[in-house]
């Protein structure tokens, strides 16, 4: 009943920026923190940024001053800018959210992921 559609994705060369979007969508009650997370080949689930419904922001040190994360809380959608992209930034990356739906108490809900690639 509740779903996350990620979008944005895609391939660009070092040093370019792209701009991923997430959108929360169905029985909604409350959206409470959101965030990005990604996974590279052969490598964990890592923490990117996270934002409260507030507009606190966090950011994993290996993106602090190239990534910035953001929201629009009457949209349900949280935005992920990435500038001065590396190549070490290839990865899948998925979209998280805190939500409690009109039916289910508070859950954590994952987004399907959306490739980006960084490579000349």
């Known amino acids: 009943q509740v779903q996350l559609v990620e979008s944005g994705g895609g391939l660009v060369q070092p040093g370019g920026s792209l701009r991923l979007s997430c959108t929360a969508s169905?029985?909604?009650?409350?959206?409470?923190?959101m965030g990005w997370y990604r996974q590279a080949p052969g490598k964990q689930r890592e923490l990117v940024a996270s934002?409260?419904?507030?507009?606190?922001?966090n950011y994993a040190e290996a993106v602090k001053g190239r990534f910035t994360s953001s929201r629009d809380n009457a949209k349900n959608t949280v935005y992920l800018q990435m500038n001065s992209l590396k190549r070490e930034d290839t990865a899948v990356y998925y979209c998280?959210?805190?939500?409690?739906?009109?039916?289910?108490?508070?859950?954590?809900?994952w987004g399907q992921g959306t490739q980006v690639t960084v490579s000349s």
């Open positions: 998280n959210a805190d939500i409690t739906s009109l039916t289910v108490a508070r859950l954590a809900y």
């Open positions: 934002i409260t419904s507030g507009g606190i922001t």
């Open positions: 169905g029985s909604i009650f409350r959206v409470a923190a």
